[in-house]
């Protein structure tokens, strides 16, 4: 089963920003070809949708709690999924994880979990106040 790569995790002051990246961790599994979706999840929470972006790359998609200061991208050159964290509160400290559709090129389009068959082992992101 492919899985997923995340980086760029770490330590910030509230305020500052990061960029994590997902790449997949077998170079038989094209991740071109999916939707993938960032999740997060703090200790004692459920996991949250945080943002997806179809294969395509032509429709980025952020939660409405964080879209203005959150955002998707990819690099189809550098098989490379991207999530751009600016303006980082110590609410957003969580364990972030990004994941690829269980079915390539349209796949479901959808904010849950479930969608999502190829996981990463998460990058940790802690904001201090």
């Known amino acids: 089963q492919a899985q997923l790569v995340e980086s760029g995790g770490g330590l910030v002051q509230a305020g500052g920003s990061l960029r994590l990246s997902c790449v997949a961790s077998?170079?038989?599994?094209?991740?071109?070809?999916?939707?993938v979706g960032w999740f997060r999840q703090a200790p004692g929470k459920e996991r949250e949708f945080v943002a997806r972006i179809n294969w395509s790359g032509t429709s980025p998609y952020v939660a409405d709690s964080m879209k203005v200061r959150f955002t998707i991208s990819r690099d189809s050159a550098k098989n490379t999924v991207f999530l751009q964290m600016n303006g980082l509160q110590p609410e957003d400290t969580a364990r972030y994880y990004c994941?690829?559709?269980?079915?390539?090129?349209?796949?479901?389009?959808?904010?849950?979990?479930?969608?999502?068959?190829?996981w990463g082992q998460g990058t940790q992101v802690t904001v201090s106040s």
């Open positions: 077998e170079r038989t599994f094209d991740i071109n070809l999916y939707t």
């Open positions: 994941a690829a559709d269980s079915l390539p090129y349209l796949g479901h389009w959808s904010p849950l979990p479930s969608a999502y068959d190829y």
